[in-house]
Nanobody, 127 residues
């Protein structure tokens, strides 16, 4: 079972940037597709981005396209989410999640398809 730990959250001003990290252990990261999700207070969880196990396929929620970028370094067992031009609406707890996938190009932003989740990292955008 893959264990995931997110880091890199914090307080940032509107227009600022953060890079979130999702560190994996307990299994081989290269076997897993990884998704990033967030949940703001009083709102449902939403899928932001996904990267396939091979890193060849990615997907993004429309509202973050052009601002967020997902990448992975299987050698460092870490997946990243670079977030630029942050706005107040990006304030939320951010989670990474994993799904073991035989299909090396599989990717999805649907949270119920992922079995392993991290504990989350808080991102607060405020002036």
């Amino acid at each position: 079972q893959l264990q995931l730990v997110e880091s890199g959250g914090g307080l940032v001003q509107p227009g600022g940037s953060l890079r979130l990290s999702c560190a994996a252990s307990g299994s081989t990261l290269a076997f897993y597709a990884i998704g990033w999700f967030r949940q703001a207070p009083g709102k449902e969880r939403e899928g932001l981005s996904c990267i396939s196990s091979a890193g060849s396929s990615t997907s993004y929620l429309d509202s973050v396209k052009g601002r967020f970028s997902i990448s992975r370094d299987n050698a460092k067992t870490t997946v990243y989410l670079q977030m630029n031009n942050l706005s107040l609406e990006d304030t939320a707890v951010y989670y990474c999640a994993a799904r073991r996938s035989i299909a090396r190009t599989w990717c999805s932003n649907t949270g119920t398809l992922f079995g392993s989740w991290g504990q989350g990292t808080q991102v607060t955008v405020s002036s």
